[in-house]
């Protein structure tokens, strides 16, 4: 069965910058939309960031707007998010998550994926 992991979370001070990856096993991500969301406890998942298959689209919710930028290593079949000027706010769990939906858009509506990983967590705090 398709499995997706993703890795770099840790202990970032406010405005110090962060980089996670999604990687998976059981598919090819370079076929897949993907999108990474987070969820604080007691909160809903929060969607932050999607990148089509198709080179040249991407869409960023406005909380994490000109901070967050999210990209593929075509290389090693990964996702990754590079986090800048991280805020005590943006700590949570990070999730990406993946679906085989049209090549040439994306979105970051929770129930429109089909795989997720388990989660990394990202603390921001001084």
């Known amino acids: 069965q398709a499995q997706l992991v993703e890795s770099g979370g840790g202990l970032v001070q406010p405005g110090g910058s962060l980089r996670l990856s999604c990687a998976a096993s059981?598919?090819?991500?370079?076929?897949?939309?993907i999108g990474w969301f987070r969820q604080a406890p007691g909160k809903e998942r929060e969607g932050l960031a999607c990148?089509?298959?198709?080179?040249?689209?991407?869409f960023y919710a406005d909380s994490v707007k000109d901070r967050f930028i999210i990209s593929r290593d075509n290389t090693n079949d990964t996702v990754n998010v590079q986090m800048f000027n991280l805020k005590p706010e943006d700590t949570a769990n990070y999730y990406c998550?993946?679906?085989?939906?049209?090549?040439?858009?994306?979105?970051?509506?929770?129930?429109?994926?089909?795989?997720w990983g388990q989660g990394t967590q990202v603390t921001v705090s001084s």
């Open positions: 998550a993946a679906d085989l939906g049209r090549p040439s858009w994306c979105h970051i509506i929770e129930n429109g994926y089909q795989y």
């Open positions: 059981g598919l090819f991500l370079g076929d897949y939309t």
């Open positions: 990148i089509a298959s198709r080179p040249g689209t991407e």
